[in-house]
């Protein structure tokens, strides 16, 4: 068995949406970190988290809510809509125990309008709207409003890189969350179509303010069928007769656009676990590679045909797969890191 790690990051390893949220959901509730806290760019990341009967989407608040033992911050390099934050901190009820960087830059109402204005943006790009874009530009120009400046967020200001490192000189353990994925870095995904940030562990590691030498895991989310929304290239891409045929259908969950459905794509899966320093991988929808193999919680009860899957996925990222989702609830996986 290996050893409770205390400072693990989650990143998505495809274009973004490959299931984060019930993976932190699922640690969460196994590792018990005092701290859940986010990366990423901003309110343009949609999480799905399904618990029981009950489906949360968020844009804002870390996905790790589910788990309420937690403390859940916003790292320090995270965009805050001061409007979007209000709004999930009072239908997830987490008042007390959510706390955002002082640091942060904020999204204004027009880097909205200039998101969805822009022809290069809205269209070319195919960005959420969501205002990031713009908002990072202008905290690059120096001219972006921060946090600190927000008389409503005062109640939740803290120094999180300072409450971060505390906590791992405490022995505790916490855990960071990444947002979008690998192929929509800024550096390392397909440039121009990509959000206006890199997204790999590296930069979670430093939107959190905490250096590289303390974080023990890097957890990379695989899809065993990736999906993109937005423009750009997509080397795996189905028909979406192909996909419609599988049964797969997702909608983005800001824009509720269709997603792009992919096959599973070994080289980029290397590449994005070698530039991510994945130790572990996760494989999530493994349900679709054979339907007899939802809801499984067990390896033994993996059929033949998933597990020939896992053993190619397990080659081509090079790092061993510990976590397996097979279907939307978060009791719905294997989780195999007690057996390592
Ligand atoms: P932006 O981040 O809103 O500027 O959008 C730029 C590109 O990144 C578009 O193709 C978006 O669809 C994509 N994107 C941004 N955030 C996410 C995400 O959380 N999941 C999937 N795609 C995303
Ligand atoms: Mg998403």
Not at 45 to 51: D, E, F, I, L, N
Not at 81 to 110: A, Q, T
Request: charged fraction near 25%; aromatic fraction near 8%.
């Amino acid at each position: 068995m290996i050893e409770l790690m205390s400072c693990t990051i989650i990143v998505g390893g495809f274009f973004g949406d490959e299931g984060k949220g019930k993976i932190v959901a699922h640690i969460a509730y196994h590792d018990k970190p005092t701290i859940i806290s986010r990366g990423g760019v901003g309110p343009n990341a949609g999480h799905t988290v399904k618990m029981g009967e009950k489906e949360y989407g968020v844009r804002m608040v870390p996905c790790g809510f589910i788990y309420p033992d937690a403390r859940l911050f916003i790292g320090t390099g995270v965009l805050v809509d001061p409007r979007v934050f209000k709004k999930e901190v009072d239908m997830l009820n987490v008042r007390g125990r959510i706390f955002v960087d002082s640091r942060c830059g904020i999204i204004e109402e027009d880097h909205i309008q200039r998101d969805k204005a822009s022809d290069h943006l809205a269209k070319t790009i195919g960005s959420t709207g969501s205002g990031c874009g713009p908002a990072n530009s202008d905290r690059v120009m120096r001219s972006a409003r921060l946090a600190r400046d927000v008389p409503e967020l005062s109640e939740y200001l803290i120094d999180v890189p300072m409450e971060l490192n505390s906590a791992l000189d405490r022995g505790e353990s916490v855990l960071l969350e990444g947002t979008q994925g690998f192929g929509i870095s800024l550096y390392y995904g397909t440039y121009p179509f990509v959000t206006s940030k890199d997204t790999s562990a590296s930069q979670i590691a430093a939107d959190n303010g905490v250096g590289p030498t303390r974080i023990d895991d890097v957890i990379v989310v695989f899809k065993a069928y990736p999906t993109r929304v937005g423009e750009g290239p997509f080397s795996t891409e189905m028909t979406r007769e192909e996909s419609d045929e599988m049964g797969i259908q997702e909608f983005g969950t800001v824009t509720h656009r269709q997603r792009r459905i992919g096959e599973w794509d070994g080289k980029m899966a290397r590449y994005s676990a070698m530039i991510n320093g994945c130790t572990q991988a996760a494989i999530t929808g493994i349900d679709r590679i054979d339907e007899a193999c939802f809801g499984a919680t067990r390896y033994d009860q993996l059929t033949e045909k998933a597990i020939a899957f896992l053993k190619k996925a397990e080659a081509d990222i090079g790092a061993p797969i510990t976590l397996i989702s097979t279907g939307p609830d978060v009791s719905q996986i294997i989780d195999l890191r007690d057996e390592l």
